[in-house]
């Protein structure tokens, strides 16, 4: 069996490839390399249509089947692609937010679907902690718009009820994934994308790694079962955290002694004017990822 491949730099290696075809100045060359590329998307997609058909056919074990295929990213985006999934679009948001209900949910936030029109222009509503925080724009554009964006590409555009600033973002970003890292993190979408953490360690409640993801300087903390990621600067004085700890669920600068709730989006104790700026953390399979708006602050 081949190695396995890291199927997003293969993605946009295939993207690199066909823009090198489009400069081409030999019109007949970059028409025939478009049809074969075509012909093979056509010849692939008719393979997996039989796939499906022939699983869908059979009664006792069809459906089990067919759930573990859509349950996997990349059959699921190759069936988007050539329009075999068999979920409507509206569904497979709902199955995107829910992937990221739990980070919202340990910031005390949450995410409501107000629907889904003709054009695949997706209307959301952020609740809680969310709605009219100041970050709450990274919370969207890195963890709700690439849930949507990975399950349902067909979107062309979310809408947020709630977001202090760019309520209407694109999702074309978010499709175009690039690598990215530094020495701590590895397997990185570039600006904006998620990020595996390489130092990462099992923090103790209370505890607080200080490390650099994608260029910038963030925090992660733990408490109460959880684990928030924030860049790692006080919005009063802009000092950094490094080898402090959380007094339960308050984080203290060092510096000028403002305090932070991270339970509520590292918002103010004292002043809730000031926030800490939170970033998009997932732990999936053992890892850790977090997701840096722009890389380097």
Known sequence: ???????????????????????????????????????????????????VGIVAADETSGPRLLNQLTADDLVASLLVLHGLHPLDLETRVHQALEKVRPYLGSHAGGVELLGVDDGGVVRLR??????????????????????????APEVTRVDVDGVTASPVISLDSLRRD??????????????????????????????????????????????AGNLYAYRNACPACDATWEGTGLE???????ACDQRYDVHLAGKGVERPELHLAPLPLLREDGQVRIAVPGGRA
Do not use: F
């Open 178 to 223: 690039k690598p990215g890292g530094n020495g701590h993190a590895t397997n990185g979408d570039g600006a904006g994308g998620w990020t595996a953490i390489t130092d990462m360690v099992e923090l103790r409640p209370g505890e607080l790694l200080a490390t650099a993801v994608a260029g910038a300087a963030v925090i992660v903390c733990s408490t």
């Open 1 to 51: 069996m081949p190695p396995a491949r890291n199927l997003r730099e293969t993605g946009s290696r295939i993207e690199a490839l066909l823009e090198e075809v489009r400069s081409v100045p030999d019109a007949a060359t970059r028409e025939k390399v478009e049809e074969l590329v075509r012909l093979l998307v056509e010849l692939y997609g008719a393979g997996l249509e039989r796939v």
């Open 126 to 151: 952020l609740e809680g902690s969310c709605h009219g925080c100041p970050s709450s724009t990274v919370t969207v554009k890195l963890a709700i718009e690439r849930a949507i964006a990975e399950a």
């Open 248 to 254: 339960g669920q308050i984080l203290s600068c060092p």
